[in-house]
């Protein structure tokens, strides 16, 4: 039988809708999956008929958002609550077993703080109804492929949010992933926080010696071929991404800004470590292209087939 996979539309003044009706209805997701759209019906109505879409029948109607009241490119704290809800739902349906995996669409983060809601994002959310502190967020393409161990928080408070434990957690959880994915052991790249990885506490405050060289040795006590720490600004060339399988970085942008460089288009982020597969898209809203029809349905594509590949393993 065909896994049942629940697509969060996301932020409906965005372009996570039209990318959601657009891959529903594609030949190569219907083949593998059954898909599910999680989101405000009567917005999707709206979008579907601007940009020239069908509205499937699998629709969950989630959220109050009257079409008429939403323009393109303008969220609101109605639209951005109708977004949490909808990833709520289907979180709830997933852990009860009623879809198989959730693929989730871009949402605006600013709009959920406009409805009052106190996740940061997803990955957060996630956590937090799947009861677990064991998680991380990975970044994946063919080219290159990211853990991340810190997520959303200020760039000024990452060397506190840093420690040995979660650096360990993000290159066992990252190894695992890996592992899966190519059969074999995984080549783990682990990234210095500072500048030539510290250069032994000259630019830094000795957050590799402290942090990120125990976490590697205890990696390596388990069994994991991790290597660092490594200068960021050469750990991405192309002969370092040809010897590694996964990068652990330390904070958001780090990974984010060499993934975003080479595969923006098709890259797809997984939650590590949760009891549900999770997977989305690697950008954001769109504003600017929202109900054009012209925004890149590759990545979610990816996503939606990412999703059912973990649920097969």
């Not at 629709?59 to 949490?84: C, H, M, Q, R």
């Not at 799947?130 to 928080?153: F, G, K, W």
């Not at 360990?168 to 695992?176: D, F, K, P, Q, V």
Request: aromatic share 4%; charged share 20%; net charge negative.
């Amino acid at each position: 039988m065909k896994p049942v996979i629940g697509i969060t539309v996301g932020e409906v003044a965005g372009v996570g809708p039209e990318l959601a009706l657009q891959c529903a209805a594609l030949p190569e997701v219907t083949e593998r999956c059954r898909p599910v759209l999680y989101g405000p019906l009567d917005a999707l109505g709206q979008i579907a008929a601007t940009v020239g879409r069908v509205v499937p029948e699998q629709v969950k109607d989630v959220g109050e958002v009257p079409a008429n009241s939403i323009k393109p490119g303008e969220f609101t704290s109605a639209s951005g609550l109708a977004s949490y809800q909808a990833v709520e739902s289907a979180i709830a349906d997933a852990l009860e077993k009623k879809i198989d995996g959730i693929v989730t669409g871009p949402i605006q983060k600013e709009a959920w703080r406009l409805g009052g809601v106190d996740f940061p994002g997803h990955t957060e959310l996630l956590a937090k109804r799947c009861d677990v502190t064991d998680y991380c967020m990975m970044l994946t393409s063919e080219q290159i492929s990211c853990v991340l161990a810190t997520i959303h928080v200020p760039f000024a408070e990452v060397p506190q949010r840093l420690s040995v434990e979660v650096i360990l957690r993000s290159i066992r959880l990252g190894a695992e992933a890996m592992q899966k994915r190519h059969g074999r052991a995984a080549r783990v790249a682990v990234c210095a926080l500072n500048p030539h990885a510290g250069e032994k506490g000259m630019f830094s405050h000795a957050e590799e010696e402290k942090l990120i060289v125990p976490a590697i040795t205890q990696a390596r006590a388990l069994g994991l071929e991790a290597t660092g720490p490594l200068p960021p600004d050469t750990a991405f060339t192309p002969l370092m991404r040809q010897n590694t399988d996964v990068y652990v970085c330390m904070y958001h942008d780090q990974g984010l800004i060499p993934l975003k460089a080479l595969a923006f288009d098709d890259a797809v982020n997984v939650t590590l470590g949760l009891p549900v597969v999770r997977t989305s898209v690697d950008h954001g809203t769109a504003l600017d292209l929202a109900w054009t029809g012209k925004a890149n349905h590759q990545s979610m594509l990816a996503a939606i087939h990412m999703a059912v590949d973990l649920i097969d393993d």
